[in-house]
């Protein structure tokens, strides 16, 4: 995701790679979380920069509709409120705890629109969090919480949209950005 990416098409009905859709992080919270990223994360698991994924599948049949419902929910909402409240375990990894019901609730809007056409997984809300170690051992999942307990200072911040990406494999391609305009 470093770099410009290329920019993924939302009408071939061809492709059969989902959707993935993220919230977009400030500049300074989203460049400080790559860098945690890029330290802990296993090297050839890799393939991002901080994200806070709020649908792990949309149906790749729906791009166009994906496309007219995050414009439309952009144009409507402003910068969301949300902080950053720690550290939080994954069992097996080590992630930014993040707070946000404002968030939460546009992501509910966004998955009535397509109700019956979630993964069993997007059918639920998530936790909100960005993963910084992920697929290593407890006991060095939790040598890093202990190391980052005292560096992660909770404080506020606001998503500044949301990210459409296409999920290729491992790597994700970016769709298009929407952000938030109301």
Known sequence: MSGTPAVADTTDLADTDPFILTARLPADLHSWATGLRTEHFPPERNYLEAHVTLFHALPPQCGDEIAEVLSRVAAQT???????LGIMSLGGGTALKLESPAM???????????HGMLTKQDQHR???HVTIQNKVTSKEAKALQAQLEGRVEERAFAFRGLELFRYRGGPWE???????RG
């Open 78 to 84: 402003a910068p969301v409120p949300a902080r950053l």
């Open 104 to 114: 939460l609730a546009l992501r509910d809007e966004i998955a009535e629109r397509f």
């Open 126 to 128: 998530p936790r909100l």
């Open 174 to 180: 970016k769709v298009r950005d929407f952000a938030f």
